[in-house]
């Protein structure tokens, strides 16, 4: 099982940039892929971005251009950099890792896009 820990969330104006942190308790070489979710209230989760082991990136339609997801090897962390937020990015956060164990997932981190 992989630990993972999200931080960087908080309240924005629209417009702003945040950048979300996902911190694995081993090495993100290993994994299969990293992905970011998001859920808003009453809605179901959704995939925003995911990274691949081979380095390969793919991204919602509703965050093209405005996310990026990246990783760090060096830091067991892998980043969603997000610029140009909407309120309609307001969401849970979520991290996710598919590795050699199956699926595991982080506690969450609250992202509130508002004037």
């Known amino acids: 099982q992989v630990q993972l820990v999200e931080s960087g969330g908080g309240l924005v104006q629209p417009g702003g940039s945040l950048r979300l942190s996902c911190a694995a308790s081993?090495?993100?070489?290993?994994?299969?892929?990293m992905a970011w979710h998001r859920q808003a209230p009453g809605k179901q989760r959704e995939l925003v971005a995911i990274?691949?082991?081979?380095?390969?990136?793919n991204y919602a339609d509703f965050v093209k251009g405005r996310f990026t997801i990246s990783g760090d090897n060096a830091k067991n962390t892998v980043y969603l950099q997000m610029n140009y937020l909407k309120p309609e990015d307001t969401a849970v956060y979520y991290c996710?890792?598919?590795?050699?164990?199956?699926?595991?997932w982080g506690q969450g981190t609250q992202v509130t896009v508002s004037s």
């Open positions: 990274l691949t082991r081979g380095g390969r990136t």
């Open positions: 996710n890792v598919e590795s050699v164990t199956g699926l595991d």
């Open positions: 081993r090495t993100i070489v290993s994994f299969y892929a």
